[in-house]
């Protein structure tokens, strides 16, 4: 008897630890920290991509709120990217609140390997990364017309390299 309940804790020990260790290997996982649109200008500006993001409506949205609402959470959640290790608050919408913090895959080295970079946190952005903004919007800012993400995909985010390169012919 002794002996069962013994091996039954021991059972539920190891339960709980792989449990645990399962659910902090998910955590680190996702903790990646931001660094800001600048870090990512010195190597993404001569592919045309940060010019053309810094144009975009994406780029300004922090603008779009007043003084009071800027210190509303809720307006400011989706009016910017995050904050910096630092504590700087990155306004609008950067490169990071579609591609992921990029604190660890921002090094050449992982930039040029995808499959490096996607390990560290860069996300190549579906319909859903949009959503976490573009659903739910209040109704008083909301646009007319509704999301589509095919749609909208280029037309919001910025120049891709390969058109850029075309361009400079
Ligand atoms: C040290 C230079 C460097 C920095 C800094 C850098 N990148 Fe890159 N990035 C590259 C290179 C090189 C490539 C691979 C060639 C290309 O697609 O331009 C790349 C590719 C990418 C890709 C395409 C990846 C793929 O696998 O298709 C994305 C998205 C990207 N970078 C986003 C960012 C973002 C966001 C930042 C800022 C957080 C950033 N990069 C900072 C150099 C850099
Ligand atoms: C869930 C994300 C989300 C929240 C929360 C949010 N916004 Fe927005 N806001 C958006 C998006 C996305 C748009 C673009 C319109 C669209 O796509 O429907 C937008 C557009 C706007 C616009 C431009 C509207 C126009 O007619 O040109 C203003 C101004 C604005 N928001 C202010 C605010 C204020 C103030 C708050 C807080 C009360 C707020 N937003 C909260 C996502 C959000
Ligand atoms: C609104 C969301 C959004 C923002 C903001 C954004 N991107 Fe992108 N980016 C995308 C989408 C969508 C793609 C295409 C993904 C695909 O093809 O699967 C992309 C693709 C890329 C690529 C690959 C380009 C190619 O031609 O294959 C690079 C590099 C990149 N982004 C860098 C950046 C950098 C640097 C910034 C900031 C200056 C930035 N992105 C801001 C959504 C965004
Ligand atoms: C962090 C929040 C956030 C994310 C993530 C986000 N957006 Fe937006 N988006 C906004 C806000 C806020 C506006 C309102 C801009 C304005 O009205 O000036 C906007 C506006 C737009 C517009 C209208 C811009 C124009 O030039 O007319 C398009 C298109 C768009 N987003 C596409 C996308 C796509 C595609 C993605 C995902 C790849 C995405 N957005 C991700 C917040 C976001």
């Given at each position: 008897?002794?002996?069962?309940?013994?091996?039954?804790?021991?059972?539920l020990?190891?339960?709980?630890?792989?449990?645990?260790?399962?659910?902090?290997?998910?955590?680190?996982?996702?903790?990646h920290?931001?660094?800001?649109e600048?870090?990512?200008?010195?190597?993404h500006?001569?592919d045309g991509?940060?010019?053309?993001w810094?144009?975009?409506?994406?780029a300004?949205?922090?603008?779009?709120?007043?003084?009071?609402?800027?210190?509303?959470?809720?307006c400011v959640?989706?009016?910017?990217?995050?904050t910096?290790?630092?504590?700087?608050?990155?306004e609008g919408?950067?490169?990071e609140?579609?591609?992921g913090?990029?604190?660890?895959?921002?090094?050449?080295?992982?930039m040029?390997?995808?499959?490096?970079?996607?390990?560290?946190g860069?996300?190549m952005?579906?319909?859903?990364?949009?959503?976490?903004c573009?659903?739910?919007?209040?109704?008083k800012f909301?646009?007319?017309?509704?999301?589509d993400f095919e749609?909208?995909?280029?037309?919001g985010?910025h120049?891709?390299a390969?058109?850029?390169e075309?361009?400079?012919?």
């Amino acid at each position: 008897m002794l002996k069962k309940v013994t091996i039954l804790t021991t059972l539920l020990a190891v339960v709980l630890l792989f449990g645990s260790l399962a659910f902090s290997g998910e955590e680190a996982k996702t903790k990646h920290e931001f660094v800001g649109e600048k870090k990512c200008k010195m190597c993404h500006k001569k592919d045309g991509i940060h010019p053309s993001w810094a144009e975009s409506k994406h780029a300004k949205v922090y603008d779009l709120l007043s003084d009071e609402e800027k210190k509303d959470k809720d307006c400011v959640k989706c009016h910017t990217t995050g904050t910096t290790a630092k504590g700087v608050l990155l306004e609008g919408v950067q490169c990071e609140a579609c591609h992921g913090a990029g604190a660890d895959y921002k090094k050449k080295s992982t930039m040029e390997d995808h499959e490096k970079a996607i390990a560290a946190g860069l996300i190549m952005p579906d319909e859903k990364t949009c959503k976490v903004c573009h659903d739910n919007v209040p109704e008083k800012f909301r646009a007319k017309e509704k999301f589509d993400f095919e749609k909208m995909k280029t037309k919001g985010s910025h120049e891709m390299a390969k058109k850029a390169e075309e361009k400079k012919g």
